[in-house]
Structure formats: C-alpha cells, structure tokens
C-alpha cells in the first residue's frame, strides 16, 4: 500500500474520464442533506471474476481519481501492490467538507482570509463511515481493508479522520495537508492523538514539502 502514494503525486487530470471499468453513483445523503455525485473505478479483472478487492477511498474524485486510478492499475499489473476498487467523492463546497474546524479568519502575509462555511468535516466523514462506505461495501465485492487519500484540504480531512476514527480505515494517505489550518490544528490534534493512543493499527503516509 506504501506504493500507492506516488498515485497522488502525478500530475492531476482535470476531468474524470470514464472508461467500461468506471461508474458514477448519486446519493442522497440524510447525513449532509444533499445528493452526492461518486465516482467509481473498478479493476478490469472485476468484471470477471468472482474475487473481491480492497477499496480506496478519496476526495477530488473529479481531479484527483482518474490518475490515480490509471497509477494503481499501472503498479497492481507491475505486481507491486494488489488490484482495487477507487472510489471518490466530487466537491459541492471543498472548504466544508474538508476542514474539521470553523475559522473566521486567516492571516497570510497579512492579508486576512475568510472561510465563512468551513468546519464541516465531522460531518462528511460521517457521511463516509454511515452511507458511502455501507452502500460501497453492501453492493460490491469487498475486503475488509480500507484506504483513504486526500490532497491538501483532502490531507487535513484524512487526517481528521484518523485521529478522530482511527479504526474507520486501514491506511491514511495525508498529501501536502493544510499543516497551518486553524494555528496548527494538525499538531495540537496529533499530540493529543498520541497521548491518548500509544498503539496505532494503522499504516500512516504522510508528505509534506517545504
């Protein structure tokens, strides 16, 4: 699974390009109380076979699913990790969704930022953990090993997610994560996250540029 990061680092593709092995699901999400376009990519063996597969689970599916996608097909043929389903959820309003605090204002270079809808994260993820994660499972072949990706505002959300559900996914993959969000969310989070947890069953990927 180490290997799939190099998936999010690849130059992203700016349209889901669906092919035979591809499917978009709505939900209607009680949850977020919105329909929610998914973007679901298959293995090609799936069609034929009667095995189940490890599933991906990412934001941006719009940009970010269809690199990745064509990325883990390249290296499971290389024989360099297994076959999986990717499944991504496209954006309605990226900042809510993704950013586990409200903040009314940062300051960059001293010009002041606002993010009027921001702090939505617990609950998006709670949309993953009742309603994407049981449909995905409930209508296609499955392992019970679960990976979750995200980019940037999509880092910070994975990350969320495991210091707030460490037991919802298997791996996290945090790409260049909003490290400043919130006065160093990230880090006031992770230090109570280990002060409280001395054991993670978890494989944690994380990558952050200078």
């Known amino acids: 699974m180490r290997r799939l990061f190099f998936a999010l680092l690849l130059a992203a593709t700016p349209l889901f390009a669906q092919t035979p092995d591809d499917l978009t699901l709505k939900i209607d999400s009680k949850v977020l109380g919105e329909s929610r376009t998914v973007l679901v990519h298959f293995p090609a063996s799936y069609r034929a076979g009667t095995r189940s597969y ?17 990325t883990a097909t390249f290296l499971a043929r290389a024989g360099r990790m297994p076959e999986m389903i990717v499944v991504g959820v496209t954006n309605l309003d990226r900042t809510r969704d993704l950013t586990p605090t409200h903040v009314d204002g940062i300051s960059i270079d001293g010009q002041p930022i606002s993010f009027p809808t921001s702090g939505g994260a617990p609950k998006f993820l709670t949309f993953f953990e009742t309603e994407l994660i049981p449909t995905i499972e409930k209508t296609y072949r499955t392992q019970p090993y679960r990976v979750f990706a995200g980019h940037s505002f999509g880092g910070l959300f994975a990350l969320n997610a495991l210091f707030t559900r460490p037991k919802l996914f298997n791996a996290i993959i945090a790409v260049s994560p909003s490290f400043t969000w919130d006065n160093h969310w990230v880090l006031r989070t992770a230090q109570q996250f280990v002060d409280a947890n001395r054991e993670l069953n978890a494989m944690l990927v994380f990558t952050l540029a200078n």
């Open 54 to 70: 490890p599933v991906l689970y990412m934001t941006d599916a719009e940009a970010q699913l269809a690199h990745t996608a064509a």
